[in-house]
T-cell receptor, first 112, second 113 residues
Framework: DAGITQSPRHKVTETGTPVTLRCHQTENHRYMYWYRQDPGHGLRLIHY???????DKGEVSDGYSVSRSKTEDFLLTLESATSSQTSVYFCATSPWGAEEQYFGPGTRLTVT | GENVEQHPSTLSVQEGDSAVIKCTYS??????FPWYKQELGKRPQLIID?????GEKKDQRIAVTLNKTAKHFSLHITETQPEDSAVYFCAASPTGTASKLTFGTGTRLQVTL
């Protein structure tokens, strides 16, 4: 568990403001993922990365962008936060891709 | 894309009884099926997974079965204990580079004394 951290762990922000969430790993895993978790929807993939500077969209990518400039860090940015983006955000990493994903502790984001 | 349906959404069993959670998937290319357990306020954790080349896998009190023809897979927990109380998620994916997991909507299991 200690190998994957997320910051901040909690954030309250106002509609229209930019927000950046950070995922940091010490596992040297190639693959990194951002999910959001909402009641009744399970975990939904926002964006993922299969290497430094290599990213792709998931099923709920609208309103989000990502960047990965080094192996250990994967950033998720909400360019202009909306109330519909209030959620718990989880980062996950894997050495293999879909297999054996390990999750970070999560970030609870509230957009007022 | 892949669609995973999970049932039931909530499940209550008495301690010592068995619990079964079922999932169906839509994409015949999927061949990797993990199960995650999420305790209240915690991160999801992988508890067991199965690949399409086997029909069943066991790990102590938990087992997963896979029926590729019918496109469904199930999680079985025997001799349930209070610490099994959590939300369980199934998922499906094709394996390979840049593959992605599609999750079910979760089952809240409550084990009562």
């Amino acid at each position: 568990d200690a190998g994957i951290t997320q910051s901040p762990r909690h954030k309250v922000t106002e509609t229209g403001t930019p927000v950046t969430l950070r995922c940091h790993q010490t596992e040297n895993h190639r693959y990194m993922y951002w999910y959001r978790q909402d009641p009744g929807h399970g975990l939904r993939l926002i964006h993922y990365s299969y290497g430094v500077k290599d990213t792709d969209k998931g099923e709920v990518s609208d309103g989000y962008s990502v960047s990965r400039s080094k192996t250990e860090d994967f950033l998720l940015t909400l360019e202009s936060a909306t109330s519909s983006q209030t959620s718990v955000y989880f980062c996950a990493t894997s050495p293999w891709g879909a297999e054996e994903q390990y999750f970070g502790p999560g970030t609870r984001l509230t957009v007022t | 894309g892949e669609n995973v349906e999970q049932h039931p959404s909530t499940l209550s069993v008495q301690e010592g009884d068995s619990a079964v959670i079922k999932c169906t998937y839509s994409d015949s290319a999927s061949n990797y099926f993990p199960w995650y357990k999420q305790e209240l306020g915690k991160r999801p954790q992988l508890i067991i997974d199965i690949r399409s080349n086997v029909g069943e896998k066991k790990d102590q009190r938990i087992a997963v079965t896979l029926n590729k023809t019918a496109k469904h897979f199930s999680l079985h927990i025997t001799e349930t204990q209070p610490e099994d109380s959590a939300v369980y998620f199934c998922a499906a994916s094709p394996t390979g580079t840049a593959s992605k997991l599609t999750f079910g909507t979760g089952t809240r299991l409550q084990v009562t004394l």
